[in-house]
């Protein structure tokens, strides 16, 4: 699909609600992509987005350390719109600002509301289009036919029972993402990719069929998992590159590092963090 470089009427009146998913990727001061979920992003004009920050978590500070992000909004009728931009600055007030605080979702919130505004400029939007579903689905049966087949067998659990239980759901989504050449990460649905085990996922790639090719073997992704219900996991680790498994082509992927991005308490998971004694209170 062509990318255009600025958003229509219709793009921007379909971002406004704050029920929607929205994928924030960037990029870490090791060079590695991290992704969140931040549906607070909108288009406050045909070439700018913003995000509402109302808890801090990573991915800010990614933002304003390298600049260079990847965006992709999933509407509720389905609609999915991807791109690249690039974090300018932040403000603490301003129309924007009174903008999201006016949403039903900050406004009658007794506990937070947004308080900064992250202002980006759009470098390459696609037009929004309906997920594929007549190859989602397909590509989801056939992961979920061979993925066993592909399971790692690693000595210790990585994924936690619910993070596997996560990727495994038929309902769920999965987006991926790597650093492109520019520097700027991508983002790739890839709803159809399931955990084999607890250390490997695994997908088959019917769906956006041109696009997983721009992934290498060795390639350290980052791979969202999240279901509906808002619930979320993020792991990064090396792609494989693609075999076949019970006579089906999966690509997979061997996570080495899992984050929870769900507040109140953001934090890596694995490898496990050893504890700490609180000694200022």
């Known amino acids: 699909m062509t990318p255009k470089n600025s958003f229509s009427e219709s793009d921007m009146k379909a971002f406004a609600p704050s029920e929607k998913v929205g ?49 992709a909004i999933l509407t509720l009728d389905k609609k999915l719109w991807r791109g690249k931009a690039l974090w300018t600055h932040l403000k603490k007030e301003g129309r924007e600002y009174e903008v999201y605080n006016q949403q039903p979702m900050f406004r009658y919130n007794t506990y937070f509301g947004i308080n900064t505004v992250h202002y980006l400029d759009l470098k390459e939007t696609t037009a929004g289009a309906p997920l594929p579903l007549a190859s989602i689905i397909p590509s989801a049966l056939l992961t979920k036919m061979a993925k066993s087949s592909a399971a790692k067998n690693h000595p210790e659990r990585v994924l936690s029972f619910f993070g596997e239980a996560l990727f495994n759901r038929l309902d769920s989504l999965s987006f991926l993402s790597y650093i492109d050449r520019d520097g700027f990460p991508v983002i790739i ?24 090719s721009g992934l290498e073997p060795g390639m350290t992704v980052a791979v969202f998992g999240l279901t509906m219900q808002m619930e979320d996991v993020l792991v990064r680790g090396v792609f494989n590159g693609y075999d076949r498994y019970r006579g089906i082509k999966l690509g997979t992927l061997d996570v080495d590092w899992i984050y929870n991005s769900m507040p109140p308490n953001h934090g890596q998971i694995y490898p496990p963090v050893p504890l700490e004694a609180v000694v200022n209170f």
């Open 23 to 71: 994928i924030i990727a960037t990029v870490t001061k090791d060079g590695l992509p991290h992704m969140s979920l931040l549906t607070s992003v909108m288009a406050s004009t045909p070439t700018q987005l913003t995000v509402g920050e109302f808890c801090q978590g990573l991915s800010k500070a990614y933002m304003r350390q390298t600049g260079k992000i990847g965006f």
């Open 189 to 212: 649905p890839v709803i159809q990719c399931q955990a084999s085990d607890s250390s490997r996922l695994a997908f088959h790639p019917g769906a956006f069929s041109s696009e997983p």
